[in-house]
């Protein structure tokens, strides 16, 4: 599972990506994360490969981000 923050100005973004092989981690950390984090939306790509952006203001961008490396690493 690959986690970039990416910072453009008043709004930010997080990339998650990951293989099939990680289906449900790579869904339980989107879930908690939109769960946890108001403010942000979400958009999802991919069929082996799977691309889920994470966008929003700063501060709650940089919330998910730590959200996400949170889960990641449970």
């Keep these: 599972m690959k986690i970039e923050f990416k910072d453009f100005g008043a709004v930010s973004s ?3 990506t990951s293989t099939i092989f990680e289906f ?3 869904n ?3 879930d908690t994360t939109l769960f ?3 403010g942000v939306v979400s958009e999802r790509r991919g069929a082996f490969f799977m691309k889920t952006f994470i966008s929003g203001k700063n501060r709650d961008a940089l919330r998910a981000y730590k959200t996400v490396l949170r889960e990641a690493n449970r």
């Design 28 to 30: 339980r950390v989107v």
């Design 36 to 38: 946890l984090v108001p």
């Design 24 to 26: 449900r981690k790579h």
């Design 14 to 16: 997080v990339l998650i």
